[in-house]
């Protein structure tokens, strides 16, 4: 299957999406205590594009703003906590007050980059879990309903759980902390100015990380692609398949 190729206003386009993305996100999490809320409605806006092809509505973001308002916070709260803890261990480092020098500081900010890969990649699922709900809710009242805390159990139930981006792969959770390491080095190199812009470009690079190895294995043969994990699933094919031929339209046998 051929791959279309984007003309080159297109990826202007898109690379300005992010820009506002970013700013957007930025402006949400400036009271602090939206943090949380507000990464996770960028999440899970990086989804819907990345799933189907377009950004979504206000509507949408609000919903999954609301929605994530108290978890997000308690989760801020953690990450606030654990970052601060890591900033005065590599003062102390630095100043000798600690023994280790410069092996243990390389070696906490090492780990330090894969605790937040990881934390990025939950933020990865947090994004595809809302937006997969959202999607599934079908009318602007169904989705009024749930902005309000009034949904039903079987919905809930019938909504499938964030992708498993993290249990399966440790490459995934290196390539996530590269991606972080290296927002938190371009922070520095910037202008503060430009900063907030990093943040829509940095949830785009953790979300194709995340899925990389789903689109790697469209593009393998049938038997090294079963050696695969799926880690996350893009939008269903018009056409029926079945897995006994590996990977054929339903009905249709493949030769020897």
């Known amino acids: 299957m051929s791959v279309r190729r984007r003309d080159w206003r297109e990826t202007v ?8 993305l970013g700013l957007l996100v930025t402006v949400a999490a400036a009271p602090v205590v939206t943090a949380g809320a507000a990464v996770a409605a960028g999440s899970a806006a990086v989804h819907h594009y990345l799933e189907y092809d377009s950004w979504p509505g206000p509507r949408f973001c609000w919903s999954v703003f609301r929605r994530r308002l108290v978890s997000g916070f308690a989760v801020s709260a953690a990450c606030g906590v654990a970052l601060t803890l890591v900033v005065i261990d590599i003062l102390a480092l630095r100043a000798g007050t600690v023994p280790g020098g410069r092996p243990l500081m390389v070696l906490t900010v090492v780990v330090a980059a894969v605790a937040a890969g990881y934390v990025g990649l939950v933020v990865v699922a947090a994004g595809a879990a809302d937006s997969a709900r959202l999607r599934s809710l079908g009318s602007a009242s169904a989705l009024v309903a749930d902005a309000a805390g009034l949904r039903s159990a079987s919905l809930d139930e019938s909504v499938a759980g964030p992708p498993d981006v993290v249990g399966r792969r440790p490459a995934t959770i290196a390539a996530a902390a590269g991606v972080v390491a ?5 922070v520095m190199l ?14 785009f690079a953790l979300h194709v990380v995340a899925r990389r190895p789903h689109v790697v294995a469209r593009r393998l043969p049938v038997v090294a692609r079963r050696r695969l994990p799926v880690v996350a699933r893009r939008r269903p094919s018009p056409h ?10 339903a009905g249709v046998r493949l030769g020897r």
């Open 13 to 20: 386009q898109v690379a300005t999406d992010l820009a506002l």
């Open 190 to 203: 910037v202008h503060p100015v430009l900063s907030p812009v990093l943040a829509g470009y940095t949830l």
């Open 240 to 249: 029926p398949v079945d897995e006994r031929v590996g990977g054929a339209p």
């Open 182 to 186: 290296l927002a938190g080095v371009l």
